[in-house]
C-alpha cells in the first residue's frame, strides 16, 4: 500500500476513534459549548440589547452584533478537548503500543486535530442556527452560514495548536486545563460586544491590535452581508500564523516523544 | 452555648489557616471576574446610560453598587471544599467522639465565608470609584455595601455546603458556581429594570439578587437607611436560614446514615 494512502487510512482511523470517545463524553464535547455559549448571548441580549438603541448603533439589534462571537466562544469553551485525550494516551501507554504497528504516530495527531475541527464546526452550527433563531441576521444565506462556520472550524485547528503545545511539553491535565481562561482577556478585549466607536481611546488600540479581533469582524462582516475582504485576509493571515507556529512546535515536541531513545 | 462559641471559633480558625495556605481560590479568585466586568463594562456599555429609560445616573455609578455583588455571586463557596474533604476523611466522625458541637463546623466555615469576601469587595469597590463611581453616603454607605455583599457570600453557600455533604466531594460544588451568572445577570446588578426586555424584567423582579442589589445602590447613591435596604435585609436573612437549614439538614441525614 503506498505510503500516502496507509497514512491517510490510519488518520482516519484515528479520527473516528477520537470521534467514538467525543460521543461517550457528549456533554464536554458537545454539549457543554453550546450551552455556554447559547447562555452568553441569551444574558446579554437580555441584559444589554437596550444599547442597540443607542444613536451610532451600527445594527438592527444587538444579537445582530454578538451572533458571530457567540459562534467563536463555542471555539473557545470546547478548547483542549482532543489535547487532553493525547495526554491521556500517553500516559496511558497507548502510544508506546502503537510503536509495535506498522503505524506512523503523526496518524494520531493529525486524526486528533482533525476531529477537533471537526467538533468545532458542528458545535459552531449548532451555536449558529440557535443564535438565527434569537433573531440573529444572516443576510448572506446558506453560503454565509458555511462560511461562518468553516472559519470557526478553521480558527479551532489554529487555537488548538496552544493546547497542543502545553499538553506535549508540560505533560499534565492542569496545563491544558489551566490555559482555558485565558479566551476571556481575548473575547473581552475585542470587538465582541461593541464596535470600536463605542470604546474609549486606550480600549479602541488594544481591540485594534488584538490579533483574534479580525477573525471575529470577519466572521460578523459575512453574516451582515457586508464581508470584509481584507479583514478575511488578515484573519487567514492570523490563524497561519498561529498554526505555523505551535504546531511546528506540538510536532517537534511529539516527534521526540514518540521516537525511540 | 459557650462550647459552641468556642468550637466556631475553632472552625473559623482552622478554615482561615487552610486559606492562608493557598489563598488565591479564597481571597483573589472571587474578585476577578467582578474586577474585569467593572472596568471592561463601563468602557464598553457606557452609552446605555444615554437611553431615556436607563434613567440620570451615569452608568459607572450605576454599575458599581450591583457589580460589586458578583463577588459573592461567582466566587462563593469555597470553604465547602474542605468540609467535603473533612466528611470524605473522617473528620467529622472523630469529632463525634469528642462531643463537639458538629454544627459549629458549619458556622466556623459560614463566618469565614463572610470574612474572605472582604478584601475582594474592597479592591472591587476602589477600582469602581477610580473608574468614575461615586459615594454620595461616603464611608457609611460603602461600609453598608460591603456588609450587603458579604451577607450575600454567606446566604448563597448554604447550596454549596448541601452539595458537599450529599457527596462527599470537594470538586462537586464548584459544579454550582455557573449558577451566580443568571442570578447576577437577570438582576437590576449591570442595568435597570427598564432597559431590559419584558421576560429579562420578569425574571429579575423575582431574582432575590435584585432586591439586594437595589439596596446597596440606594446605600451608595440615595438615602443610607432606606426601604430598600431594609427589605435587602429581610431578603438575606431569609436567605441565610433556608441555605443554612439545607446545610443542617444534609449533614444531619448524613451523620445519621454513618
Known amino acids: 500500500m503506498p505510503r500516502l494512502r496507509k497514512f491517510t487510512r490510519d488518520t482516519g482511523l484515528m479520527f473516528r476513534r477520537t ?3 467525543a460521543t461517550r463524553n457528549a456533554g464536554l464535547a458537545y454539549v457543554a459549548p453550546i450551552l455556554l455559549s447559547l447562555f452568553l448571548l441569551v444574558l446579554f441580549q437580555g441584559v444589554y440589547g437596550g444599547i442597540a438603541d443607542t444613536a451610532g448603533w451600527p445594527t438592527d439589534a444587538f444579537v445582530d452584533w454578538i451572533a458571530a462571537g457567540g459562534v467563536f466562544v463555542s471555539v473557545f469553551v470546547g478548547a483542549g478537548y482532543t489535547a487532553g485525550g493525547l495526554l491521556r494516551d500517553l500516559d496511558s501507554g497507548y502510544l508506546q503500543r502503537l510503536r509495535l504497528l506498522p503505524v506512523h504516530p503523526g496518524a494520531v495527531l493529525v486524526g486528533k486535530v482533525a476531529f477537533e475541527a471537526a467538533r468545532a464546526a458542528l ?8 443564535a438565527l433563531v434569537l433573531g440573529a441576521d444572516n443576510r448572506a444565506g446558506v453560503a454565509g452560514f458555511v462560511l461562518v462556520v468553516g472559519l470557526a472550524a478553521t480558527f479551532s485547528f489554529a487555537w488548538n495548536g496552544i493546547f497542543y503545545v502545553a499538553a506535549l511539553t508540560a505533560r499534565t491535565h492542569a496545563a491544558v486545563l489551566g490555559l482555558q481562561p485565558i479566551f476571556m482577556p481575548v473575547i473581552m478585549f475585542s470587538t465582541f460586544w461593541v464596535p470600536l466607536s463605542f470604546m474609549p481611546g486606550w480600549y479602541q488600540t488594544v481591540a485594534t491590535w488584538n490579533p483574534f479581533n479580525p477573525v471575529l469582524v470577519a466572521g460578523r462582516s459575512v453574516l451582515l452581508g457586508t464581508t470584509v475582504w481584507p479583514d478575511l485576509v488578515i484573519a487567514v493571515a492570523v490563524m497561519a500564523g498561529l498554526a505555523g507556529l505551535t504546531y511546528t512546535l506540538a510536532a517537534r515536541r511529539y516527534t521526540t516523544l514518540t521516537t525511540p531513545a | 452555648m459557650r462550647a459552641l462559641v468556642n468550637s466556631t471559633m475553632l472552625a473559623f480558625v482552622r478554615q482561615a489557616r487552610e486559606a492562608r495556605r493557598d489563598p488565591g481560590p479564597f481571597y483573589v479568585l472571587p474578585m476577578l471576574p467582578a474586577l474585569l466586568m467593572t472596568v471592561v463594562f463601563i468602557a464598553l456599555f457606557e452609552r446605555i446610560a444615554t437611553l431615556e429609560r436607563f434613567g440620570d445616573t451615569a452608568y459607572a455609578e450605576f454599575l458599581v453598587p450591583g457589580v460589586v455583588a458578583l463577588v459573592a455571586l461567582l ?19 472523630r469529632l463525634r467522639l469528642l462531643r463537639a458541637p458538629i454544627g459549629s463546623q458549619l458556622s466556623g466555615r459560614l463566618l469565614f465565608e463572610a470574612v474572605r469576601l472582604l478584601p475582594g469587595t474592597a479592591v472591587v469597590l476602589a477600582v469602581g470609584l477610580a473608574f468614575g463611581a461615586t459615594a454620595h453616603n461616603g464611608l457609611a454607605g460603602i461600609l453598608v455595601v460591603v456588609a450587603l455583599v458579604t451577607l450575600l457570600g454567606v446566604a448563597f453557600t448554604g447550596i454549596f455546603y448541601a452539595v458537599a455533604i450529599r457527596t462527599h466531594d470537594p470538586q462537586t460544588p464548584f459544579t454550582l458556581q455557573p449558577l451566580g451568572l443568571p442570578l447576577s445577570f437577570l438582576s437590576t446588578a449591570l442595568v435597570p429594570l427598564a432597559v431590559m426586555p419584558e421576560w429579562a424584567r420578569t425574571a429579575a423582579q423575582f431574582n432575590p439578587v435584585t432586591v439586594v442589589v437595589d439596596g446597596s445602590r440606594q446605600a451608595m447613591l440615595g438615602q ?16 441565610t436560614v433556608l441555605g443554612v437549614l439545607l446545610a443542617w439538614a444534609a449533614l444531619s441525614r448524613d451523620i445519621a446514615r454513618s
Open chain 2, 75 to 93: 466566587g462563593a463557596g469555597a470553604t465547602s471544599s474542605s468540609l467535603a474533604a473533612d466528611l470524605r476523611g473522617g473528620f467529622f466522625q
Open chain 2, 224 to 239: 443610607l437607611w432606606s426601604a430598600e435596604l431594609g427589605w435587602s435585609v429581610v431578603v438575606l436573612a431569609v436567605w
Open chain 1, 19 to 21: 470521534a467514538r470517545e
Open chain 1, 123 to 130: 458545535v459552531a452550527a449548532a451555536v449558529l442556527a440557535l
